[in-house]
């Protein structure tokens, strides 16, 4: 085999760099001869050159695969500290070499896509179940009034099911690298009111005014269509989580480098242990209070990944009992 000869300086300086640990034994003298930055957190302290492996590696883990009779290579996965790390131990001329590998983040999105499913899952059963008891209500009855009052309650769920598909598909388009945020100048107070005209229906229960502050010429730069998704989302929680006679209040603001959109309620507002997580996926503050409102949770990550791919940021202020005010800010260029 060709060798390739490093300057030894240049290759302990590259191993410095990486976000992973190296660990060198020899195998003989059980003593260290090398460790990397990384790894340095594995030790007890900063003597630990000439040293025997097992009594300055500070975790008894580590140190029992080092021990451990190899043929060629171990591999453990361990948890140190909180985070999780792949831990190979190589066995190479006389030498152990320990890799170590945080791994925690793969954890996390393993977690969050096995989450992810099953809430899914949930989600879709509830309506399933009850769709199939409906239509199986509906084989035997003939009294036309419980014909209608079941024919409602499978159409309610149905389109329970299709707005749940209809935020996943959402959503999955938003992850997906294809779909790039197109950016065009375009007038925000017309916008505000195609929204407030195709949510009109839902303000009659509670007899909720919406009221539209935005300028008439106000122009904003943004991705007209996924602005009126996040904006529609926020506008129809406001009227959803609103009180009897509330209001929708919308206005924006502009300085040199950023537009505020604002959307405000005047309805139950939110706990504030609530506050950091209604933006989490499938978050609701009180499941059986947003169940009977027919909300899935997926709304204001929805408007989370908009503003965030305009490469801005949404918050809430609010006060239980009050009312809630979102803001998305995002650049004007
Ligand atoms: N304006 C608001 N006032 C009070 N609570 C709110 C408001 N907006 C959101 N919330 C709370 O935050 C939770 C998450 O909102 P989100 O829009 O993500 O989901 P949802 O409205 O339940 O369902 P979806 O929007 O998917 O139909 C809601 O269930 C509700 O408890
Ligand atoms: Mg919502």
Redesign the pocket.
């Known amino acids: 085999m060709k060798t390739v000869n490093i300057n030894e300086g240049i290759l302990i300086t590259f191993l410095d760099f990486l976000k992973e640990g190296i660990i060198i034994v020899d195998e003989e003298s059980k003593t260290i001869e090398f460790v990397n930055r990384f790894a340095k957190k594995f030790l007890k302290n900063e003597d630990y050159v000439g040293k025997n492996f097992k009594e300055v590696i500070d975790n008894d883990y580590i140190t029992s695969l080092i021990s451990y009779n190899q043929d060629k290579e171990v591999k453990a996965e361990v948890n140190i500290d909180n985070q999780k790390y792949l831990i190979n131990v190589y066995k190479i001329e006389g030498k152990k070499i320990i890799h170590l590998q945080d791994i925690t983040p793969f954890e996390v999105y393993k977690q969050a896509k096995k989450d992810f499913v099953s809430n899914v899952s949930h989600e879709l059963k509830t309506p399933i179940s009850v769709l199939k008891s409906a239509v199986e209500t509906l084989e035997e009855e003939k009294d036309p009034v419980m014909i209608k009052k079941f024919l409602d309650i499978a159409k309610k769920r149905i389109d329970q099911m299709d707005?749940?598909i209809n935020?996943l598909l959402i959503l999955a388009r938003l992850e997906s690298q294809e779909d790039q945020v197109k950016k065009e100048h375009y007038n925000l107070h017309k916008q505000i009111e195609d929204i407030f005209e195709d949510l009109k229906h839902l303000t009659q229960e509670k007899n909720i005014t919406l009221i539209n502050q935005v300028p008439k010429n106000f122009v904003i730069y943004a991705d007209e269509q996924k602005l009126s998704i996040a904006l529609k989302?926020?506008v129809?929680?406001?009227i959803?989580?609103?009180k009897q006679d509330g209001k929708v209040i919308v206005n924006a603001v502009k300085d040199s480098k950023n537009v505020t959109i604002s959307?405000e309620?005047t309805?139950?507002?939110?706990p504030e242990e609530?506050i950091p997580?209604?933006?989490?996926?499938?978050?609701?503050?009180?499941?059986s209070?947003?169940r009977n409102?027919?909300?899935?949770?997926?709304?204001?990550?929805?408007?989370k990944h908009i503003t965030e791919a305009h490469k801005g940021k949404v918050w809430?202020e609010?006060k239980l009992g009050k009312?809630?005010k979102?803001y998305i800010r995002i650049p004007n260029s």
């Open positions: 707005h749940l935020d989302n926020l129809e929680n406001a959803k989580y609103n959307v309620d309805g139950i507002g939110i609530s997580l209604v933006f989490e996926r499938f978050y609701r503050v009180d499941k209070r947003s409102i027919g909300g899935t949770g997926l709304g204001l990550s929805i408007v809430v609010s009312g809630s979102f």
